[in-house]
C-alpha cells in the first residue's frame, strides 16, 4: 500500500518514477483551515508551505499523521511543540531555494540603491528623471549579514563578487570557519554601527522577534539601507517606519511582512521602500528542487530510513 500525502499548497512536478511508486499525492492546493481539519486524518503525510498553519488542533485530529514536510526553510508555520508531542516528524528542504533567495537579496539591494523601480515607473510615464536618479554602488560598501546559514552564505560571496566587506553576526560556528567564506563575525551592536547595509537572514521565534526596533535602529548608523528576504516578524514595521521618517534608515527593500498578504500599509506607501510578495523562492529552477527535497525527505521519514533535514 502506497503513502497517503496531502499537498495543501501545491508541489512542482516530480519526474522520479521510483518515488511517485510509493505514494498517492492528494493536492488540494488552498485548503482552507477547516477544511484541513476534517481530512487530514486520512493521510499518513502533509507537505505544506508558508500558508498553511499546522497547528495543535490539527495534529490532534491527524490520528495517521506521521510526518510534516514544509517545502522550503521556515518552519514557523508548524508547532514544533505540539508535533513532538504528536509523535509527528517534522522536515524541511532548506538547500533548494538558497540560490534564489540570495539572487532576489542582491536584487533588492541593487534595486533600492539604484532606484530602480522609479526609474522604470517615471519612464513609462513619460518622466526622464535622469537628474534626480542619483544612486550610490555597492561596491567597497560594508553588508552587514544577521544570521549565517545557507542563505547568508550565499549572499556573503555574492556581496564579495561587488567587492563588498561583509561582517556578520549570529552565527554558532568558529571564527575561524566565517572567515573562510570572506566574512568577518562581530557582535551585533559592531554589525549595527558599522554597515552600509543589513540584511536579514534568520529564522523568525521568540529570540528573533522585532530584532531590529526603536533602540536597535538608533544604534545604526544614518543613512543605512535595510533589506529582508527572511521573515516579516523579525523587524517592527512600526520602528521601521519612523526610522524611515526620521532619516536614520535611507531605504528599505522587503519580500516580507508581519502579515502577510500586508495590505494597504503606511510603510508600503513610503517612498524609500520597495517590496516584493514573498517572492524568494519563487523561481522555476528552486521550486524543482524544493519539489523533489521535501518528497523525497518525508518518503524517507515515512520508510523510517535516514534523514537529511529532520527538525523534530
Not at 96 to 111: D, F, K, P
Not at 164 to 174: A, E, F, L, N, Q
Given at each position: 500500500m502506497n503513502w497517503k500525502i496531502l499537498l495543501t499548497?501545491?508541489?512542482?512536478p516530480i519526474t522520479d518514477q521510483d518515488l511517485l511508486n510509493k505514494i498517492d499525492l492528494a493536492d488540494q492546493k488552498g485548503i482552507t483551515a477547516?477544511?484541513?481539519?476534517?481530512?487530514?486524518?486520512?493521510y499518513d503525510a502533509v507537505i505544506v508551505?508558508?500558508?498553511?498553519?499546522?497547528?495543535?488542533d490539527v495534529l490532534a485530529a491527524a490520528k495517521k499523521l506521521k510526518v510534516v514536510g514544509r517545502?522550503?526553510?521556515?518552519?514557523?508555520?508548524?508547532?514544533?511543540?505540539?508535533?513532538?508531542?504528536h509523535g509527528v516528524t517534522v522536515v524541511n528542504a532548506p538547500v533548494?531555494?538558497?540560490?534564489?533567495?540570495?539572487?532576489?537579496?542582491?536584487?533588492?539591494?541593487?534595486?533600492l540603491i539604484r532606484e530602480i523601480p522609479k526609474a522604470n515607473t517615471g519612464l513609462?510615464?513619460?518622466?526622464?528623471?535622469?537628474?534626480?536618479?542619483?544612486?550610490?554602488?555597492?561596491?567597497?560598501?560594508?553588508?552587514?549579514?544577521?544570521?549565517?546559514?545557507?542563505?547568508a552564505k550565499a549572499v556573503c560571496k555574492r556581496a564579495q563578487a561587488f567587492e563588498?566587506?561583509?561582517?556578520?553576526?549570529?552565527?554558532?560556528?568558529?571564527a575561524d570557519e566565517i572567515r573562510t567564506f570572506g566574512a568577518e563575525p562581530v557582535s551585533l551592536e559592531e554589525l549595527l554601527a558599522q554597515s552600509d547595509i543589513i540584511t536579514m537572514h534568520i529564522p523568525h521565534n521568540e529570540r528573533s522577534h522585532h530584532m531590529l526596533n526603536d533602540a536597535t535602529f538608533q544604534l545604526m548608523k544614518d543613512g543605512v539601507v535595510i533589506v529582508c528576504a527572511a521573515r516579516g516578524g523579525v523587524i517592527d514595521q512600526e520602528a521601521l517606519l519612523a526610522a524611515l521618517k526620521s532619516g536614520k534608515v535611507a531605504g528599505a527593500a522587503l519580500d516580507v511582512f508581519e502579515k502577510e498578504p500586508p495590505g494597504a500599509i503606511p510603510l508600503l506607501d513610503h517612498p524609500r521602500?520597495?517590496?516584493?510578495?514573498?517572492?524568494g523562492a519563487q523561481t522555476k529552477e528552486a521550486q524543482l528542487r524544493a519539489g523533489f527535497d521535501i518528497l523525497s525527505e518525508v518518503v524517507n521519514a515515512l520508510d523510517e530510513k535516514p534523514l537529511r533535514w529532520k527538525i523534530v
Open positions: 499548497d501545491g508541489l512542482a477547516e477544511e484541513l481539519l476534517e481530512v487530514v486524518d486520512q508551505r508558508s500558508r498553511t498553519k499546522i497547528t495543535e517545502m522550503g526553510v521556515g518552519v514557523d508555520n508548524i508547532d514544533l511543540q505540539a508535533a513532538k508531542a533548494a531555494t538558497t540560490v534564489s533567495v540570495a539572487e532576489l537579496t542582491i536584487g533588492l539591494m541593487l534595486s513609462k510615464a513619460g518622466e526622464w528623471l535622469k537628474k534626480e536618479l542619483v544612486g550610490t554602488e555597492l561596491y567597497q560598501k560594508t553588508l552587514g549579514i544577521i544570521g549565517f546559514g545557507n542563505i563588498m566587506k561583509v561582517i556578520t553576526y549570529g552565527s554558532s560556528r568558529p521602500v520597495i517590496g516584493t510578495p514573498h517572492i
